[in-house]
């Protein structure tokens, strides 16, 4: 699709945001060249419905009711899951938990905040499921069948509180999340630049991992956690490593002097989770730990990589020939 087209498209998703129609939130669905609008609670079932495999729906800011399941390789892009941002938007909330069943193979889900869980421990094998810049409950890829595996799943700039995964899954990611439960049954996967907020056992059952680069808040337990790297993290208490292979963590440092506002054990949107020295704290690749640091760092807001409407002007009443002036902006986003 071309710029223009694609930035007209998003446009035209938010605009009815600052219409007579700003309480109906909007879906548009890209299949194939060709571009469909749904109005109203039920825009994303319509659009879902309506959609095939490669497909990209846009959500408004608004609510929405999630489709009973989600069993398609489509993108999912909302407006982000903040409640307030820099740019006139406002969050796309989704009402419900979301089902991820056979068939969603490459699904990406960007810029959402569901209200409940994401699933995918239904009887099937799903692989390379990316999840972006969401905020919702707790994550399942559980996996009762050591046949139907969950890997090559990202989660990535995510809000969330536990996800609970099995050791026959493997190569999955977590990266630059803030989590606030606990990591239980990883295999073979990286768990890298995130911020444990949970006060002990935040990973459990944890075995041929990578844990780089992240930051544990509260006293820390490994607990049944064997043959892991654990490199470069920032730890609050003393660490007993057993028997995984550990080099160049930050030991016992005072919780009050890693972030820059920050306290208790809750996903706040009110504090500030950058480093108070962020050239004390190096990682693994040169750059800081936690969700700044890496090639491509947390991004502030949890804006959606799509253009951003970052102001509008709509004159309070049309002219004499009976137009209203509207004007846009629209920031492209590098990441």
């Known amino acids: ?190 768990i890298d630049g995130n911020i444990f907020l949970i006060n002990s056992r935040s990973i459990i059952s944890i075995n041929n991992c990578e844990i780089k680069n992240n930051i544990f808040l509260g006293s820390f337990t490994l607990e049944a956690n064997f043959s892991n790297t654990i490199n470069y993290n920032i730890f609050t208490s003393a660490v007993d490593f057993g028997s995984n292979y550990n080099a160049n963590n930050y030991i016992n440092i005072s919780q009050s002097e890693i972030l820059v506002n920050q306290s208790g054990n809750a996903i706040d949107y009110l504090h500030d989770y950058h480093l108070k020295a962020p050239l004390t704290y190096i990682g693994t690749d040169g750059s800081q730990v936690g969700l700044y640091g890496g090639i491509i760092p947390f991004k502030d807001k949890g804006l959606p990589s799509n253009p951003q409407i970052i102001s509008k002007n709509v004159a309070a009443q049309t002219d004499a020939n009976g137009k209203l002036q509207i004007n846009f902006t629209v920031k492209a986003q590098s990441n």
């Open 1 to 190: 699709m071309k710029t223009s087209s694609f930035i007209f498209v998003f446009v035209l998703c938010l605009f009815g945001s600052v219409t007579v129609m700003a309480q109906n939130p909007v879906a548009t669905l890209e299949s194939n060249g060709t571009t469909k609008v749904f109005y109203g609670i039920s825009a994303l079932i319509d659009s879902y419905n309506a959609s095939a495999n490669g497909d990209q729906i846009y959500l408004s800011t608004g609510f929405f009711n999630p489709p009973p399941s989600i069993a398609k390789g489509i993108k999912i892009t909302g407006a982000g899951h903040f409640p307030d941002s820099a740019n006139v938007a406002r969050r796309t909330v989704i009402l419900s938990g979301l089902n991820i069943d056979k068939g969603a193979d490459s699904l990406r889900l960007e810029g959402l905040f569901v209200f409940g869980d994401i699933n995918l421990s239904g009887a099937s094998s799903i692989n390379c499921v990316n999840i972006i810049r969401c905020k919702f409950s707790d994550v399942y890829l559980i996996t009762n069948v050591s046949s139907l595996v969950k890997n090559k799943c990202i989660f990535k700039e995510c809000f969330f509180n536990t996800m609970r995964s099995s050791l026959s899954n493997s190569n999955n990611e977590i990266t630059h999340c803030l989590i606030s439960g606990t990591i239980i049954e990883f295999r073979n996967s990286i």
